[in-house]
Nanobody, 126 residues
Framework: VQLQASGGGLVQPGGSLRLSCAAS????????VAWFRQAPGKEREGVSY????????YYLRSVNGRFTISRDNSKNTVFLQMNSLKPEDTAVYYC????????????????????WGQGTLVTVSS
């Protein structure tokens, strides 16, 4: 079971990036998947979550309305579309998958996830 995160890079404030989380060894559409991020000197925080099987989504308050999480089941991939990026969005972004459905109040807890990707760096700077 592996998760491969990609799509990070350097972008100016107000710009956009799309992160991808490609799953291998399992079908990502059968697992809840989340994106986390960790900025230097800060704790890892949950950014967004997409549930299984209904596909319901949750977002960190500071990214709600700017970020969109989605799945492409044909590609076994979960995406995070990030628009209107701000310098405070700078971090290493990780995708993670859980082996079971999570209660709504626990989606942002890193300990709830069983599989992690390697992280992709997003830098928002002019």
């Amino acid at each position: 079971v592996q998760l491969q995160a990609s799509g990070g890079g350097l972008v100016q404030p107000g710009g956009s990036l799309r992160l991808s989380c490609a799953a291998s060894g399992f079908s990502s559409n059968r697992y809840p998947v989340a994106w986390f991020r960790q900025a230097p000197g800060k704790e890892r925080e949950g950014v967004s979550y997409i549930s299984f099987p209904g596909g319901g989504t949750y977002y960190l308050r500071s990214v709600n309305g700017r970020f969109t999480i989605s799945r492409d089941n044909s590609k076994n991939t979960v995406f995070l579309q990030m628009n209107s990026l701000k310098p405070e969005d700078t971090a290493v972004y990780y995708c993670a998958a859980a082996q079971r459905r999570l209660l709504a109040g626990r989606w942002a807890l890193a300990a709830e996830y069983d599989y992690w990707g390697q992280g992709t760096l997003v830098t928002v700077s002019s």
